[in-house]
């Protein structure tokens, strides 16, 4: 137990001297015309050492806000905005796949057409069970990209034991505990499947979670891009990579927001029952609609 709390505190220590090694040092990692390069992005980005930089960065953040609450406030309001951009803007893709259903059935059964062509200038050109299959990609989109921004309009589903009868401070307890046993942990085991399954689809030689650094370097050397484009079928969707960096963006998102959740519950317990829902940006339906509000 003393060893791993010992190496728990070591890791901690060391982030300060990853972080600022690899921000100072951008070439290794960046400069994607070496394949070592990627071969480091791919050991890195699944590593112990990533974990334990966003973990020590949060703690860091968490000890500033405590000292200057505007300071945290800050960083809630930033985070909740970024998880609303994102999500208002990939909504508009539920509308996008409700046209584009509607023009597969026109051109299936009116045209009877085999195929569709799209685009001004360079046409895009597909069989009609490309797009068929492409719908999945916008149900994805929603998935992934909102799934944040409902959680800040409250619009997930919430299993409700004893929640709603205890007090406001109780229920900030529970939000805290919440975002750092659950929210965190399903963050960072999502990411780390996501992130080695999304690049054993964009590169050979396969790179592995269980290689080591140098084992990767050393299987640079024969590294080439070879970015997924089978489909299911012979005319069907072949973009499923994409699927896989949606995954990896949405397990990146649940943890900021994570964070933020942390923070947001942490000041409302500090400051009290006034402080609900303080700075929260939730969409309206408009005046007069506010008992349907939370059910669309």
């Not at 046409?123 to 916008?138: A, I, N, R, T």
């Not at 919440?178 to 030689?205: E, K």
């Not at 000041?267 to 509000?293: H, I, N, V």
Request: proline content about 3%; glycine content about 8%.
């Amino acid at each position: 137990m003393l060893d791993a709390i010992l190496w728990v505190f070591q890791n901690i220590a060391m982030a300060f001297y990853n972080l600022a090694y690899a921000v100072s040092h951008p070439q290794l990692w960046l400069d994607w015309s070496d394949k070592q390069a990627i071969m480091r992005v791919v050991y890195y980005g699944g590593s112990i050492e990533l974990f334990f930089v966003a973990f020590t960065t949060f703690l860091v953040l968490t000890g500033i806000g405590i000292w200057k609450t505007g300071f945290m406030w800050t960083l809630v309001r930033g985070l909740e905005g970024f998880a609303n951009t994102v999500g208002r803007f990939a909504a508009w893709a539920g509308l996008i796949m409700v046209i584009q259903q509607i023009i597969i059935v026109f051109i299936q059964r009116i045209f009877a057409r085999p195929d569709l062509v799209i685009g001004f200038g360079i046409p895009l050109q597909f069989d009609v069970s490309w797009y068929s299959e492409e719908l999945k990609l916008y149900n994805a989109l929603i998935v992934t990209l909102c799934a944040t921004y409902t959680f800040v309009q409250g619009g997930h589903v919430r299993v409700d034991l004893i929640y709603s009868a205890v007090g406001h401070r109780a229920k900030r307890v529970i939000d805290m505990f919440g975002s750092l046993i659950f929210m965190m942990p399903m963050a960072v085991l999502t990411w780390m499947y996501g992130w080695y399954f999304m690049w054993r689809h964009l590169i050979v030689p396969n790179p592995s979670a269980s290689e080591t650094l140098d084992r990767l370097l050393m299987k640079s050397r024969a590294l080439r891009w070879n970015v997924e484009t089978i489909g299911f079928s012979p005319n069907g969707f072949n973009g499923y990579f994409l699927f896989k960096i949606l995954l990896v963006a949405f397990a990146g998102m649940v943890f900021l927001h994570a964070m933020a959740f942390f923070w947001r519950s942490y000041l409302e317990f500090r400051e009290g029952p006034e402080s609900a829902d303080k700075y929260l940006d939730k969409d309206t339906l408009g005046a007069g609609e506010e008992a349907y509000e939370g059910t669309h």
